[in-house]
């Protein structure tokens, strides 16, 4: 069975750093193009980076995070990492990873997880 997980949230000071993990199991993540969201209850689900299988390729689904974060993915470990700095408090919600049924970002996502919290405050 697949599934998604995430990993790596916490409580994270204003203008600190965070790395999120996601990982696959039952299957690996190499064939999907993988993208990171992020959910606060009562708004709409934000896309905010998303990354081809290759991992030569990536797209920006929410520009105020560009300069800010950063999304990988290590074929070795089987992870899709979001890079995180200079966090604003704004950025506190539930983060979301979730697999493309493509490898390359159509936007069609299969697999979600069931997100990590990520609270930035002092």
């Known amino acids: 069975q697949l599934q998604i997980v995430e990993s790596g949230g916490g409580l994270v000071q204003p203008g600190g750093s965070l790395t999120l993990s996601c990982t696959m199991t039952?299957?690996?993540?190499?064939?999907?193009?993988v993208g990171w969201f992020r959910q606060v209850p009562g708004k709409e689900r934000e896309g905010l980076l998303c990354i081809n299988s290759s991992g030569e390729d990536t797209t920006t689904l929410l520009d105020s995070v560009k300069d800010r974060f950063t999304i990988s993915r290590d074929k070795w470990k089987n992870t899709v990492s979001l890079q995180m700095n200079n966090l604003k408090p704004e950025d506190t919600a539930v983060y979301l990873c979730?697999?493309?049924?493509?490898?390359?970002?159509?936007?069609?996502?299969?697999?979600w997880g069931q997100g990590t919290q990520v609270t930035v405050s002092s």
């Open positions: 979730a697999a493309d049924r493509n490898s390359w970002c159509t936007g069609i996502y299969d697999w």
């Open positions: 039952g299957h690996t993540l190499d064939y999907f193009a």
